[in-house]
């Protein structure tokens, strides 16, 4: 008995649906690419319920004839490639032809296109691949394809999707990967009825600023290379603004996003020790290489491309972001001289660029300084830090405060823990940059400074939460802060604690909000990245079934302020952070859960040399 079947085409379609579209981003991405390879110059995207119910998208791009208008939904239909050599020259987004099969498989989907010189344009419906109607009708030229209740016909993946604002925030992603390279191309996003997005043509300078608010630009330096095997040209981020988590990173082929670990390896190499160790910094970086000697066809969704000459791509990539971040740090101290040029041309493949000399500091930290030019002041300032003796004598040196987000003058108070200390005398000592030890009475202690330093934040957090509302530091200049939908959403609901705190913080649409006063210390141009990273903190927190939101707000703020490891500390402010730290509630852990020290006994001393 033969046994074999041949699919129908639903299922097969069905099947492929899996690969192609997994959630309505992947669904958002497909439309949005169809879009930019009809060469639409203006592109709205109309999501509701975060593209469970409905996601929309309308382009003023070539349109569709009637019978494209039917074809476009079949299997391996494609009007980008006619024979396989057509795959190596690849400049469009799509060339697979099947993204709209694979859509019209799983939802309910209603096209209508027309052309630029035609009267009439064409209706098609189509539900779960199966043609339901299609009839001429009036339209504006260009293309509008709306997919209705995705994965109605398969519950499983349906039940599978995940909270709205999830899954807002990855059709937020996808927007963001195809708006940010075709800047010369208009683009709208509602959700429910609210504008999300609205992005005029321009350049991509403008259209990061427009993407992620107009100060986000300061915090980034222009690269640009013109050579043989590629020619690049975007932004990388200054080094005072990295982040502890990968946020803003961005490399573009040819006007497609890409993940290439890679290449990405190349910009973050050219920072290495310029800024402190498992930090990021932003980057919007966009290649143009010969479609020729890349390959794109290797994933269904096309982020990840091979390159023939990735490894001299590699070399070019890392000189010209060293090139950047040299170049113009020496610009803050120095006039800008605009004439320092690479030349690459001569290179030979595999011939590493000699990279250009920069200066840096290797005590550089985030939290004291953001200009080149007013470390050295800083630091000059720093060693007459408050400090008060921890070892008995109460004076206080100064009082100009030192670890960030400190108020008051240390105030010795009686803690079991401190008590047992007070004939100590041995100056703390430092080591690795990350932790300092000391003796105690009961014996030898090994602080890990910023783990150490969270709880100190974290408990003088919390106990003004517990105070009731305090007095907020005006800024001279209110700050306005961008951020993404989701995180909007987030902050806004956020408000009235981080006013607790001392912020004062109000929203002006359009995803901006307008800081107008800050908790004591908070560096100005550290706002914007310290509320992003504690709104996303905050989010991991909640999703991790944390539920005092105050705590969690507490604890995602004392970990952006805190002091990283691998920073020198003086003795005074090592001296400084033990006191704080044995006044707390609990000094021996830190407020993510962590081991913050250790004391080692004359007794378990005197096992070891037994
Ligand atoms: P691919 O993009 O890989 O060719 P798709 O399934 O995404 O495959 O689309 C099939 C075809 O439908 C495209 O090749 C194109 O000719 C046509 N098409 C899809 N969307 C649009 C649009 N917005 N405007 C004009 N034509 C479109
Ligand atoms: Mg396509």
Known sequence: MDIINILPDSVANQIAAGEVVDRPASAVKELLENAMDAGATEIQLIIKDAGRTLIQVIDNGCGMSDVDARLCFERHATSKIHRADDLFAIRTMGFRGEALASIAAVAQVELKTRQHDKELGSQVVIEGSEVKSQEPCTCSPGTSIAVKNLFFNIPARRNFLKKDSIELSHIEEIFKRVALPNYKVGF???????????????????????????????????????????????????KEYVKRVRGEQYLFVNGRFIKHPGLSAAIEKAYTELIPERTYPAYFVMLDVDPQRIDINIHPTKTEVRFIDESVIFSILRAATKKSLGQYSLANELEFNPSTEIDFTPMAKGHLPESPQESFNPNYNPFYATHEHEKHHEYSESTRMDFANFFGSKTIVDTKPQIAFEENPFEPQDKTLSATTTSATTTPINYLNQYIITTLKSGMVVIDQQRAHERILYEKLLSRTNEGPTSAQQLLFPVNCRFNASDSEVLSELIPDLERLGFVISPLGQNTFVVSAAPHDTKEDELQNILEQTINEYKNNMMQKFNDRNKSICLSLARQMAVHSGTALKVEEMQKLIADLFSCQAPDISPSGKRTMFIMGEQELKERFK
């Open 188 to 238: 709208s996003f509602y959700n429910n009825g609210r504008l999300l997005y609205d992005l005029k043509p321009g350049n991509f300078a403008q259209r990061i600023a427009g993407v992620f608010g107009s100060s986000f630009n300061q915090r980034l330096y222009h690269i640009e290379e013109h050579t043989e095997p590629v020619s690049l040209n975007g932004y990388i981020g200054k």
